[in-house]
T-cell receptor, first 113, second 112 residues
Framework: GAGVSQSPSNKVTEKGKDVELRCDPI?????LYWYRQSLGQGLEFLIY????????KSGLPSDRFSAERTGGSVSTLTIQRTQQEDSAVYLC???????????FGEGSWLTVV | AQTVTQSQPEMSVQEAETVTLSCTYD???????LFWYKQPPSRQMILVIR??????QNATENRFSVNFQKAAKSFSLKISDSQLGDAAMYFC?????????FGKGTRLSVIA
């Protein structure tokens, strides 16, 4: 597509429920990134994919968080047993294989009540 | 580990005036990339300007320019002729073979 697409745009969920956030990168971009941004804060790195593999998962905050990428394209970030501190904007970004500039989607705003 | 520091949580500027946002970083690498991103209330992160560390010339994009001081590890953003649409959060970021590392951001207000 023309840009990085994320869905849902907004999600309100009850504490303890599982949520899935989807990211569709720019066509041809092999690198894909997930970041988290809490209210009024900077961006916290979560995980990075090169193709379908994740060489860097260092930012995942707990084992309730997981992500996968299939076909070198769409990625899903799953949060199990959501907690209130998981409330944040989850931003996805992608870049070309040899590129250093990453392009962001509009984010998925997650609210856990 | 690389770190990026933005020491100004908030800044304001009068419309049509010039403002400079500060950024410092820490790295042991010699060839890397630096970026400024803008995040308006829509949440979309928009690339403003990009600097390659091996280039001595400061990057410029229309009203936006940087002052890149490699020895001092400083990378400030200058916005000239500020416009109301420039009001946003601005994030400085560093990259060297790793995902971008971001500063905590500077909120810029533009006063009409």
């Amino acid at each position: 597509g023309a840009g990085v697409s994320q869905s849902p745009s907004n999600k309100v969920t009850e504490k303890g429920k599982d949520v899935e956030l989807r990211c569709d990168p720019i066509s041809g971009h092999t690198a894909l990134y997930w970041y988290r941004q809490s209210l009024g804060q900077g961006l916290e790195f979560l995980i990075y994919f090169q193709g379908n593999s994740a060489p860097d998962k260092s930012g995942l905050p707990s084992d309730r968080f997981s992500a996968e990428r299939t076909g070198g394209s769409v990625s899903t970030l799953t949060i199990q047993r959501t907690q209130q501190e998981d409330s944040a904007v989850y931003l996805c970004a992608s870049s070309q294989p040899s590129g250093n500039t990453i392009y962001f989607g509009e984010g998925s705003w997650l609210t856990v009540v | 580990a690389q770190t990026v520091t933005q020491s100004q949580p908030e800044m304001s500027v009068q419309e049509a005036e010039t403002v400079t946002l500060s950024c410092t970083y820490d790295t042991s690498e010699s060839d890397y990339y630096l970026f400024w991103y803008k995040q308006p209330p829509s949440r979309q992160m928009i690339l403003v300007i990009r600097q390659e560390a091996y280039k001595q010339q400061n990057a410029t994009e229309n009203r936006f320019s940087v002052n890149f001081q490699k020895a001092a590890k400083s990378f400030s953003l200058k916005i000239s002729d500020s416009q109301l649409g420039d009001a946003a959060m601005y994030f400085c970021a560093y990259n060297f073979n790793t995902p971008l590392v971001f500063g905590k951001g500077t909120r810029l207000s533009v006063i009409a």
